[in-house]
């Protein structure tokens, strides 16, 4: 395992300095299977593209589904299929960085496989790690799963419009994200009613004039 | 990875004819995290428990959270955190197992960790397989996580009390499990408000008769 990771590591170090030298920031988007990264990946493209020039890498364990629906909003997407295996690694990113056209990119969304677990524990030589979870998975998730929370950059608490069907008290999900993941900036949205995403795209843009 | 699930499918058979030897039904219950397999499980033990005697087998990374919710319903749990393991393996529930009396129970429930990746490839020697998923995960889990259906003797759609609050076609679901899993029985629940929860409780039992 430990070869395994030393592997990683190393692809991921040079995927890092690909991101620099292309000037792109690399976004890899996790959270669990459900959680709506696909839909917040959809929402944020368009209000981005007014500034930047986007690309996606779609990781999916067989399915080109996600691919698909970020294809129809317009954006360029290159699939990553992993054939089962429970998280994208940074060898995959770097075949697909091979094949994109990451000098003409101001941002690169990663769309991680959907698990709480696994991708937490593969750097991708990304610039940015944003955990999406939705309170339809309680508000338990960032104790039980503390990996995928404690390196975020950002945290997305998704689906908010669903709270009043839920037990989940959004004071206990903050205090635990607040413990597990101090620096993490967290936003509190719902992808469908389009409430609260402004404020994470707006800290991306800043995040991108801060990096670029 | 070949010795891996070598060395696992060898612990597994063991663990199966431990479980044979002791006459209880192992069941290993896997799913998303907050897919609800914790609630479902707690609501379950409380009818069972008037026929049969019931152990549990906790399966997470770090957090005693969900075994001491299945103790604060009255039964007999053993707490196995995997430190990070995205799944449970063979390994593991064979030294629960040890220290589990198992010829005392009829019904052996085995909360594998929140994942709906891993823990399809790994056999635990377990008698019944049990998928759970949510309406508020979209409809398109069992088509982007086959094997974790594939296998399955029981699917159980949960939260279908937030159903209208999801663009979640139930028929279209039922029709990609009919596919991807045309032997499984399928349950539609909500564990919050105990609709359907008997239908799947009638299943296991029935389960039980057959097997035992």
């Known amino acids: 395992m430990d070869n395994v990771m030393g592997a990683n590591e190393e692809l991921a170090a040079k995927n890092k300095a690909a991101f620099k030298e292309a000037d792109v920031v690399a976004v890899n988007v996790m959270g669990s299977p459900g959680s709506g990264k696909t839909t917040i990946l959809e929402n944020a493209l368009g209000p981005l593209s007014e500034k930047y020039k986007l690309g ?9 589904r996600d691919a698909e629906r970020i294809e129809a909003v317009g954006a360029e997407v290159y699939q990553i299929n992993t054939g089962g ?3 994208l690694n940074a060898a995959m990113v770097n075949e697909a960085v091979k094949e994109f056209p990451i000098d003409d990119y101001d941002v690169l969304f990663i769309e991680n496989v959907g698990n709480l677990v696994c991708p937490a524990s593969f750097d991708l030589g990304e610039t940015l790690r944003v955990t999406v979870f939705s309170v339809s998975e309680g508000a338990d ?8 929370f404690r390196r975020a950059h950002a945290v997305i608490i998704n689906k908010v419009d669903l709270l009043d069907h839920t037990d989940v008290d959004l004071d206990e999900v903050r205090k635990d994200l607040r413990e597990i993941t101090p620096k993490a900036s967290i936003f509190e949205v719902s992808a469908t009613t389009g409430e609260g995403l402004e404020d994470w795209i707006d800290w991306l843009q800043e995040q991108l004039v801060k990096l670029q």
Do not use: N, Q, R, W
């Open 141 to 148: 998730k960032a104790v039980k799963y503390p990996k995928m």
């Open 85 to 87: 295996s429970c998280h």
């Open 56 to 64: 996606v890498i779609e990781g999916d364990l067989f399915t080109t």
